[in-house]
């Protein structure tokens, strides 16, 4: 190889390097500095130039010993360099740096796609309602760190039914949905906008102004709905603080007009929370949350058993806690909630309560059991009260069943669930539910929060036994790539057998997926 060959190689090599950065602090994999190679390559740049200009000699053959060194040193060099930037940006999905005049600008984003099939919601199978489709869901997002206090991050995504583009938007389909597009007015929309204001020292108070994400404890009240296409978002004030053990945290948000849930749900612009959310945290392993969430929705109806009611703003404050510790060889999650309020005129009063119970196996394979029950009283119809517990704004696909059939809301589930790795990066759930009723004078709602559709209802005296579900799921990672498929078969009980259309036969209900996520 010539001098000048390998001069433009190497300078060619370390601008394209110079726009590249490893793997975070935040990731488990080693990081290589390669900012630290460049440096030494064009040390030895210096040096070999040095050590031509006192040779008279061109050929290879004809230069000094120590020129001949520092050519195969710096060949060598180049060659680390090279292959230090190709490793942190193929093993690890990491965030892309670049370094701008007055800050760091920081790229990330993730490709997900997932096919559905479902069949059977109805449990009537008389009735064609089976539907199969594939979601795509491309993200994007652009974070600018400033020296000392203050950031700004923006992400971008693209919802949609693979392939497909959105229905017509008429004044008879307001939404542009039945279509093959879930989105709000456009596919591509600002999921999160936001700044950071960092406090001047650790116990001050951080603020996070804009469009963002929030996720309250396991999400059973408050959640970024992330299962679904779209997902949730807020705008509005977030602040936080820490003071020895405990985090404080204070917000006033508003839900972003850009939710469509997994059954097609659309979220609404006007539904607001405030409160704040604490958590005490005294040993590691130990976590105690308390919390209040005023929640203010305006323009809707004031019963829900009644959509034909006039519309009224409702404003329910919900008091709760939730605790998270070890208990000799169990470990234990435990939630509670309590509301008060007014649901449009009437006076709305109800509870909702969790636990888990869980224990780790000493197999190889890392097994885990889980027992768990929910459980929220139902309306009892009295004239002037609401006792439906209003179940806010939740992440509810992560409970209460696969199929998406139950929500926190006149209920009551068990589950056994038991989870082991076969392999490295690979795990298998299985869980079996249980699912009833509380009270057959109110309705049956799912994940949404919403009534069930197609079924007769309330019934008041029917059997309050919805019947059993089994949900499959086993999950591997590939690098930084995640794969998932999962399955889920509700079998009807009695109460859908008296609340089926003429009484007819109630049918098992089938929900399948596969998910590909790849974070880049």
Same mark, same amino acid.
């Not at 097609?264 to 590691?284: A, L």
């Given at each position: 190889?010539?001098?000048?060959?390998?001069?433009?190689?190497? /300078?060619?090599?370390?601008?394209?390097?110079?726009?590249?950065?490893?793997?975070?602090?935040?990731?488990?994999?080693?990081?290589?500095?390669?900012?630290?190679?460049?440096?030494?390559?064009?040390?030895?740049?210096?040096?070999?130039?040095?050590?031509?200009?006192?040779?008279?000699?061109?050929?290879?053959?004809?230069?000094?010993?120590?020129?001949?060194?520092?050519?195969?040193?710096?060949?060598?060099?180049?060659?680390?360099?090279?292959?230090?930037?190709?490793?942190?940006?193929?093993?690890?999905?990491?965030?892309?740096?670049?370094?701008?005049?007055?800050?760091?600008?920081?790229?990330?984003?993730?490709?997900?796609?997932?096919?559905?099939?479902?069949?059977?919601?109805?449990?009537?199978?008389?009735?064609?309602?089976?539907?199969?489709?594939?979601?795509?869901?491309?993200?994007?997002?652009?974070?600018?760190?400033?020296?000392?206090?203050?950031?700004?991050?923006?992400?971008?995504?693209?919802?949609?039914?693979?392939?497909?583009?959105?229905?017509?938007?008429?004044?008879?389909?307001?939404?542009?949905?039945?279509?093959?597009?879930?989105?709000?007015?456009?596919?591509?929309?600002?999921?999160?906008?936001?700044?950071?204001?960092?406090?001047?020292?650790?116990?001050?108070?951080?603020?996070?102004?804009?469009?963002?994400?929030?996720?309250?404890?396991?999400?059973?009240? +408050?959640?970024?709905?992330?299962?679904?296409?779209?997902?949730?978002?807020?705008?509005?004030? +977030?602040?936080?603080?820490?003071?020895?053990?405990?985090?404080?945290?204070?917000?006033?948000?508003?839900?972003?007009?850009?939710?469509?849930?997994?059954?097609?749900?659309?979220?609404?612009?006007?539904?607001?929370?405030?409160?704040?959310?604490?958590?005490?945290?005294?040993?590691? /392993?130990?976590?105690?949350?308390?919390?209040?969430?005023?929640?203010?929705?305006?323009?809707?109806?004031?019963?829900?058993?009644?959509?034909?009611?006039?519309?009224?703003?409702?404003?329910?404050?919900?008091?709760? %806690?939730?605790?998270? /510790?070890?208990?000799?060889?169990?470990?234990?999650?435990?939630?509670?909630?309590?509301?008060?309020?007014?649901?449009?005129?009437?006076?709305?009063?109800?509870?909702?309560?969790?636990?888990?119970?869980?224990?780790?196996?000493?197999?190889?394979?890392?097994?885990?059991?889980?027992?768990?029950?929910?459980?929220?009283?139902?309306?009892?119809?009295?004239?002037?009260?609401?006792?439906?517990?209003?179940?806010?704004?939740?992440?509810?696909?992560?409970?209460?069943? %696969?199929?998406?059939?139950?929500?926190?809301?006149?209920?009551?589930?068990?589950?056994?669930?038991?989870?082991?790795?076969?392999?490295?990066?690979?795990?298998?759930?299985?869980?079996?539910?249980?699912?009833?009723?509380?009270?057959?004078?109110?309705?049956?709602?799912?994940?949404?929060?919403?009534?069930?559709?197609?079924?007769?209802?309330?019934?008041?005296?029917?059997?309050?036994?919805?019947?059993?579900?089994?949900?499959?799921?086993?999950?591997?990672?590939?690098?930084?790539?995640?794969?998932?498929?999962?399955?889920?078969?509700?079998?009807?009980?009695?109460?859908?057998?008296?609340?089926?259309?003429?009484?007819?036969?109630?049918?098992?209900?089938?929900?399948?997926?596969?998910?590909?996520?790849?974070?880049?």
């Amino acid at each position: 190889m010539s001098w000048s060959t390998l001069q433009r190689s190497t /300078g060619a090599l370390a601008g394209a390097l110079a726009l590249m950065v490893t793997a975070g602090a935040a990731s488990a994999a080693p990081t290589i500095d390669v900012a630290a190679l460049l440096e030494k390559i064009s040390a030895l740049e210096a040096r070999v130039i040095e050590l031509e200009g006192k040779s008279d000699a061109t050929a290879p053959a004809a230069r000094s010993p120590a020129l001949q060194r520092l050519e195969a040193k710096r060949t060598d060099e180049a060659k680390a360099a090279h292959d230090a930037a190709a490793r942190a940006l193929v093993q690890e999905a990491a965030p892309v740096q670049v370094r701008a005049k007055h800050g760091t600008l920081t790229i990330d984003g993730e490709l997900r796609a997932r096919a559905e099939y479902n069949k059977n919601r109805n449990f009537n199978s008389a009735v064609a309602d089976s539907r199969d489709f594939t979601w795509l869901r491309t993200t994007i997002g652009l974070k600018y760190k400033r020296p000392g206090r203050y950031s700004a991050y923006f992400q971008l995504r693209d919802s949609r039914v693979f392939g497909g583009e959105r229905s017509p938007i008429t004044a008879a389909n307001p939404t542009g949905i039945p279509g093959n597009t879930a989105a709000n007015q456009a596919n591509l929309d600002l999921h999160q906008g936001y700044v950071d204001v960092a406090g001047r020292d650790s116990e001050a108070w951080n603020f996070r102004l804009g469009r963002q994400e929030i996720n309250f404890g396991d999400q059973r009240l +408050v959640g970024a709905l992330n299962w679904a296409n779209v997902a949730r978002s807020f705008d509005g004030l +977030v602040a936080h603080t820490k003071k020895g053990d405990t985090t404080w945290r204070a917000f006033a948000l508003q839900q972003a007009d850009n939710t469509v849930g997994p059954t097609g749900f659309t979220g609404r612009d006007d539904q607001k929370i405030y409160g704040f959310y604490n958590t005490w945290s005294p040993e590691k /392993g130990k976590e105690f949350d308390f919390y209040w969430i005023k929640w203010k929705d305006d323009a809707v109806p004031n019963n829900p058993l009644n959509p034909a009611a006039p519309a009224a703003s409702n404003m329910i404050d919900t008091f709760g %806690m939730r605790a998270v /510790g070890k208990a000799r060889a169990f470990d234990y999650k435990l939630e509670t909630a309590f509301q008060t309020g007014e649901l449009g005129l009437l006076d709305h009063k109800a509870m909702a309560g969790a636990l888990i119970l869980g224990r780790n196996t000493n197999r190889r394979d890392k097994g885990r059991w889980e027992l768990e029950y929910d459980y929220s009283p139902g309306d009892e119809g009295q004239a002037g009260k609401n006792g439906t517990f209003a179940n806010l704004l939740p992440t509810n696909h992560k409970f209460y069943g %696969m199929a998406d059939l139950m929500s926190w809301q006149n209920m009551r589930a068990w589950r056994l669930g038991y989870s082991w790795k076969p392999a490295p990066k690979r795990t298998f759930n299985v869980d079996f539910w249980k699912m009833e009723l509380d009270d057959t004078r109110d309705s049956w709602y799912i994940a949404s929060g919403a009534p069930i559709p197609g079924l007769a209802g309330p019934i008041p005296g029917a059997p309050r036994d919805l019947g059993y579900e089994l949900d499959l799921m086993y999950t591997w990672n590939d690098g930084p790539a995640k794969y998932q498929i999962g399955a889920a078969r509700f079998f009807p009980g009695a109460y859908q057998e008296m609340a089926m259309p003429g009484g007819s036969f109630a049918d098992p209900s089938t929900f399948a997926y596969l998910m590909a996520i790849f974070p880049f």
